[in-house]
């Protein structure tokens, strides 16, 4: 167990400035770029990117507001592709117990809530103390949103320096990623849910692209759910 606070910062260090800091960059570069292509501001880019959080949601944004749907449209289509946010952070911030009273910090740290904060916690936190767990989690997000942040600024402005199809390929770096990272996360319900969400996701994309992403979570956690908790539980896994 890691109760040292500098070793907890050096771990956070080393696994945010690996491949999700560099996935993050790659892939919000893509989104800085098709914001500029949608004449949208340098400020809409950086608020979205710091505000929503979420590549998904970023995405419907930038289309909705291309396609011209109205605000309100365009927060209920924004808040649907990132409702998997909700289960993600009711069953996370628990793992993080402050022993401050009241939620205000509580609500501030869940902004920086992403897969790959997700995973990482999940991954790295049976190793580290109680108490210095929101150390590792603050220390890693604040890395990413940084990378984020930067690479949405470099697509908005470079968007000129490069040709446009590789600039929006940049976006699927992140998923790529996602799918790396939480293959490699030692939890049977997570593998689970990658197995049946990622042919559920190339379905649904076919047959209703308007909500490919609210059917497949819908969907495919539930079916994912309801077999993990009937599949005997090997002792290998968590």
């Keep these: 167990m890691i109760t040292n606070p500098r070793a907890v910062d050096r771990i956070a260090i080393r ?16 989104f800085g770029s098709l914001v500029n292509e949608s004449g949208l501001p340098l400020g809409m880019a950086i608020a979205g990117t710091l505000g929503i959080w979420g590549l ?8 909705m507001h291309a396609a011209g749907a109205s605000a309100f449209f365009v927060i209920l289509g924004v808040s649907l592709a990132n409702a998997r946010f909700l ?11 402050s022993r401050r009273k009241g939620m205000a910090s509580d609500f501030a740290l869940v902004q920086m809530l992403s ?22 989690y603050v220390v890693f997000g ?4 940084s990378a984020g942040l930067i690479g949405t600024i470099i ?3 470079g968007v000129e320096m490069m040709p446009r199809e590789i600039a929006l390929g940049l976006i699927f770096m992140n998923p790529l990623f996602f799918a790396i990272l939480l293959a490699g996360v030692n939890n049977r319900p997570s ?13 649904f994309h076919i047959v209703l692209p308007d909500f490919d992403l609210l059917l497949t979570g819908i969907i495919g956690g539930s079916l994912a759910f309801w077999i993990a908790q009937r599949w005997p539980r090997p002792d290998n896994l968590p």
């Design 191 to 203: 593998l689970i849910a990658l197995l049946i969400g990622a042919p559920l996701g190339l379905f």
């Design 115 to 136: 897969i790959n904060s997700w995973a990482a916690g999940l991954k790295r936190f049976p190793e580290i103390a109680l108490e210095l767990r929101r150390r590792y």
């Design 87 to 97: 289960p993600m952070a009711v069953s996370f911030m628990p793992l993080m117990p």
């Design 15 to 30: 696994d945010s400035l690996g491949y999700p800091a560099i996935t993050l960059l790659a892939s919000m570069i893509g």
């Design 56 to 63: 998904p949601g970023q995405l419907t944004l930038v289309e």
């Design 142 to 145: 604040s890395i990413c949103m």
């Design 155 to 157: 697509g908005y402005l």
